[in-house]
């Protein structure tokens, strides 16, 4: 099946530093890419899609200056965590749309996920 | 907004049955999933229903769809110890184009 590479798979920052995290379609082409923010033993929360060559559209309720999101090329889409504090720690999880091969179903593929601690 | 749970946390023996649950809120459901998450890896499709189906079987998984109780389910025959993971149901809607919701994910650990 298809790949898709997520890094760091962890990271650890002091409050106010940013932090970036990619997201990287290896066997394919992703025009659309998600990101997810899932807290503890909550579910996965979209927080923005991320198309190729444009704007990325937030959900309501993310802040688009706090998190944000590039993706300047067909396999490639990054989150950047600016000035993180401890309450932006999550797991955050990434995937991407493989439109063209793919039967509808089957055409979005996880990262494995990062997790970030903000001390 | 859609609402999905699961319940938290199951443990089987090795060679039962699992069944894990979930129940929605959205009646606009298109397509509804299972997915599996092991430690340190990402989401893996293990199979998907159409909303307008009752049941599909694939090898030691069967789903089955209540759409009047807006109840899915999931069920393993003959776990094994390789099926402890974190299996999170979603949902796509009419007019949510490919974003999915998922549901609050269940831990099922398999044990001897």
């Known amino acids: 099946g298809a790949v898709v590479s997520q890094h760091p798979s962890w990271v650890i920052c002091k409050s106010g530093t940013s932090v970036k995290i990619e997201c990287r379609s290896l066997?394919?082409?992703?025009?659309?890419m998600f990101w997810y923010r899932q807290f503890p033993k909550q579910s996965l929360m979209l927080m923005a899609t991320?198309?190729?060559?444009?704007?990325?559209?937030?959900e309501q309720g993310v802040e688009k200056d706090k998190f944000l999101i590039n993706h300047a090329s067909l396999t490639l889409s990054t989150l950047t965590v600016t000035s993180a504090h401890p309450e932006d720690s999550s797991f955050y999880i990434c995937?991407?749309?493989?439109?063209?091969?793919?039967?509808?179903?089957?055409?979005?593929?996880f990262g494995s996920g990062t997790q970030l601690s903000v001390l | 907004g859609e609402d999905v749970e699961q319940s938290l946390f199951l443990s089987v023996r090795e060679g039962d049955s699992s069944v894990i649950n979930c129940t929605y809120t959205?009646?606009?459901?298109?397509?509804l999933y299972w997915y599996k998450q092991e430690p340190g890896a990402g989401l893996q499709l293990l199979t998907y229903?159409?909303?307008?189906?009752d049941m599909k079987q694939d090898q030691r998984l069967t789903v089955l769809l209540n759409k009047k109780d807006k109840h899915l389910s999931l069920r393993i025959a003959d776990t094994q110890t390789g099926d402890s993971a974190i299996y999170f149901c979603?949902?796509?809607?009419?007019?949510?184009?490919?974003?999915?919701?998922f549901g609050t994910g269940t831990q099922l650990k398999v044990e001897l």
């Open positions: 991320s198309n190729e060559g444009s704007k990325a559209t937030y």
């Open positions: 959205d009646s606009s459901s298109t397509y």
């Open positions: 066997d394919f082409q992703a025009t659309t």
């Open positions: 995937s991407a749309l493989d439109a063209l091969n793919r039967a509808e179903f089957e055409k979005l593929f």
């Open positions: 229903i159409f909303s307008n189906m």
């Open positions: 979603a949902e796509t809607f009419t007019g949510g184009g490919n974003k999915l919701t």
